[in-house]
């Protein structure tokens, strides 16, 4: 008793309402025993469902959310692969002495792009 009287009223307002539950529950016949636990698992394999069915779509999402971060990566990477080797090649072109305009028509760049190589 003394535990509970150092505790905080909310907290002792849950300690009393847990026992009266468990004292309604206790004084229950045996058909209302039975139709309450029926209920109760009841209630809980549907929020076991719910869960499971929540961490499922979590994970598909997921999934989905690095598929479409991989491809993207991807994308973005090759463009970048062949902007490097594209600018490689226009300068060693233009080392080469080759004119501004063959190099923008091979290596696909503007004529700003070349000149400031």
């Given at each position: 008793m003394?535990?509970?009287?150092?505790m905080p009223f909310l907290a002792q307002d849950a300690v009393f309402k847990r026992l009266s539950e468990i004292a309604e529950v206790g004084s229950m016949t045996k058909e209302e025993r039975r139709q309450y636990d029926e209920s109760l698992k009841h209630y809980r394999d549907t929020i076991a469902v719910m869960q499971g069915q929540y961490?499922?779509?979590?994970?598909?999402?997921?999934?989905?959310?690095r598929a479409e971060g991989m491809e993207i990566g991807m994308e973005k990477g090759m463009e970048k692969g062949i902007a490097t080797a594209n600018h490689a090649n226009a300068r060693r072109m233009k080392a080469?002495?080759?004119s501004t305009e063959l190099i923008m028509k091979y290596?696909?760049?503007?004529?700003?792009e070349v000149e400031e190589l």
């Open positions: 003394d535990i509970l009287q150092r961490l499922e779509g979590m994970e598909k999402g997921m999934e989905k959310g080469d002495s080759m290596c696909g760049l503007t004529r700003q």
